[in-house]
Nanobody, 126 residues
Framework: QVQLVESGGGLVQAGGSLRLSCAAN????????MGWFRQAPGKDRDFVAV????????YYADSVKGRFTISGDNAKNTVYLQMNSLTPEDTAVYYC???????????????????WGQGTQVTVSS
């Protein structure tokens, strides 16, 4: 079993920054993509950003492009999400996810990911 443990959420004012971390523990696994989704109250879980295992390829949702940066540390099995210029619209529970079977063309889809973290709350006040 693979466990994903997120940290770094919290309350921040609009225009501020937060850095989320997600550490993967458990059995040895192959990670093709690892990244972040978010879910606001009453809404679907949406894609935010992902990075491939080698760190050479990243994808971002249009709503966060230029403000958020995803990075990874393979030695620590950890992925990070640096979030800058936060707005109240970024308020959500942020979930870490890992894709352990390659699903080309599906990196932005919730159902393409095999393991999920418990989520960390990010609240941006106006």
């Amino acid at each position: 079993q693979v466990q994903l443990v997120e940290s770094g959420g919290g309350l921040v004012q609009a225009g501020g920054s937060l850095r989320l971390s997600c550490a993967a523990n458990g059995r040895t696994f192959t990670s093709y993509y690892m990244g972040w989704f978010r879910q606001a109250p009453g809404k679907d879980r949406d894609f935010v950003a992902v990075i491939n295992w080698s760190g050479t390829t990243t994808y971002y949702a249009d709503s966060v492009k230029g403000r958020f940066t995803i990075s990874g540390d393979n030695a620590k099995n950890t992925v990070y999400l640096q979030m800058n210029s936060l707005t109240p619209e970024d308020t959500a529970v942020y979930y870490c996810a890992v894709m352990t079977a390659l699903r080309l063309g599906a990196v932005r889809r919730v159902d393409a990911y095999d393991y999920w973290g418990q989520g960390t709350q990010v609240t941006v006040s106006s």
